[in-house]
């Protein structure tokens, strides 16, 4: 069981903003308890997948999102003195994969607490299809993971963990790369704002986004091969460029087919039009995109296609030339 004080939670009353999405997703957990006035009164839950409705520009109130996304017998609990048998079997007939442990039988449904059965505390199982607007004096919560992992007496580890000591098993949260990518994404209207921007107008988070996905995404930046402090200076010196509508009107390349090219491309706000081969294919590509990729790696670099600005967009350049000086 984890219990209350270390268990993640949102207030009803909490509005999605971005930081309160961000702390969501960097939870790592796929279902999050939402409280009302005392942690111990658990009203219902957040499931992540929802969130990718939800703009946090539109600060919508997490009563709203729980309102829209209901799902019936979305709250179950369980007495404390529950065996570790019967919570097996209840989270099996229920096909919940988290449970709210209370410390009262009155704080279950009317048909398991209270009464000659003692609820579950007494062995009997608590109906599996029994729904609830709210449950109180909750103490803790007890997911399918943890009832497993009592269960063959060892931590259970996935993907989203590190054995951060291999002799007690203490794990520690990962804190994976694509935060910062989603935080990037997040904030790209705050960032496409500007216009003719140099190496100092990058913002932190723009620094952060563009190392991770560099480093992710692109063979010549994996770590094996290139480390991350100069990856970091390299992102620092490189210039970011605006590209406003007016300028698209007026038509805006950034390659033309058969003329050398000495830096590379990463799409990171709008979109742009490229055409390759000798067929003339035309198609449109969007952010996160990256452009000659090659114009580092030769010294004479010649692109086979054509890419025109198609939309208002921001993009980063990479410079032989601030490569081969890092």
């Not at 209350?4 to 309160?20: E, G």
């Not at 090659?294 to 993009?315: G, K, S, Y």
Request: hydrophobic share 45%.
């Amino acid at each position: 069981m984890t219990p209350l004080h270390d268990a993640f939670m949102l207030q009803l009353s909490d509005k999605l903003t971005f930081d309160v999405m961000r702390a969501v997703y960097e939870s790592g957990f796929t279902r999050v308890p939402v409280y009302h006035v005392r942690r111990s009164t658990v009203v219902g839950l957040v499931f992540t997948k929802d969130l990718i409705l939800v703009d946090p520009h539109d600060q919508i109130p997490v009563a709203a999102l729980l309102a829209l996304c209901a799902r019936p017998q979305q709250l179950h609990a369980s007495l404390a003195s529950t065996r570790l048998d019967k919570m097996l079997q209840q989270v099996q007939l229920s096909r919940a994969h988290m449970w709210l442990v209370t410390r009262s039988a009155a704080a279950l449904p009317a048909a398991a607490g209270g009464g000659a059965n003692g609820g579950c505390g007494g062995g009997a199982l608590m109906p599996a299809a029994q729904p609830r607007r709210g449950v109180e004096q909750v103490a803790g919560i007890v997911t399918m993971e943890d009832i497993l992992e009592e269960l063959i007496q060892d931590e259970i580890v996935d993907e989203s963990d590190v054995v951060a000591d291999s002799g007690n098993k203490a794990l520690q949260q990962r804190t994976p790369q694509r935060i910062e990518f989603f935080e990037m994404l997040q904030r790209r209207d705050g960032l496409a704002l500007g216009r003719a921007l140099g190496p100092a107008a990058k913002t932190a988070d723009e620094v952060r986004a563009l190392v991770s996905y560099l480093s992710t995404n692109v063979s010549l930046f994996r770590p094996a091969a290139f480390s991350g402090a100069a990856l970091r200076r390299l992102v620092q010196r490189c210039p970011i460029y605006t590209v406003s509508a007016q300028q698209v009107a007026h038509g805006h390349y950034i390659y033309v087919r058969g003329v050398p090219a000495s830096c590379c491309c990463l799409l990171l706000h709008g979109r742009v039009q490229v055409c390759a081969g000798n067929e003339g294919l035309v198609s449109d590509i969007g952010p996160w995109t990256l452009l000659a990729a090659n114009a580092l790696t030769e010294e004479r670099h010649v692109p086979d296609f054509t890419a025109r600005v198609a939309a208002a967009a921001r993009i980063f350049t990479i410079p032989r030339a601030e490569l081969l000086a890092v």
